[in-house]
C-alpha cells in the first residue's frame, strides 16, 4: 500500500508538471480547465498501461509478446484521445 501510494503521488505530479507545460506551450489562462484535462487523459493511458503490464506478467506473460501488446494498446489509447472522445 505504501509503494501504491508513493506511484500515485508520483503520477499526479507528473501530471500537474503536463498541465503546466500545456498551459504555456497553448498560452492558456490561469483559470482555464482545459490543460488540465488534457494532461489527465494523457496520463490516463499511461495508467491504464501501466495496470495492463502489471497484470499481464502476473498472468505470465512476459517479453516481446507482452511488449507487443502494451504497444499496440497504447497506440490504440493514445489514437482515440488524438480522434476525440465522442462515439
Known amino acids: 500500500p505504501t509503494l501504491q501510494a508513493r506511484e500515485r503521488e ?4 507528473y501530471t500537474d508538471s503536463l498541465a ?9 489562462s490561469a483559470d482555464d480547465i482545459v490543460p488540465a484535462v488534457v494532461a489527465n487523459a494523457l ?24 511488449a507487443a501488446e502494451v504497444r499496440a494498446r497504447g497506440k490504440r489509447g493514445f489514437s482515440r484521445l488524438e480522434q476525440g472522445l465522442a462515439d
Open 20 to 28: 503546466k507545460l500545456i498551459a504555456e506551450e497553448t498560452r492558456a
Open 43 to 66: 496520463m490516463g493511458v499511461q495508467r491504464a498501461l501501466v495496470a495492463d503490464v502489471h497484470a499481464g506478467v502476473l498472468a505470465g506473460r512476459r517479453g516481446p509478446k507482452l
Open 10 to 13: 508520483i503520477v499526479a505530479h
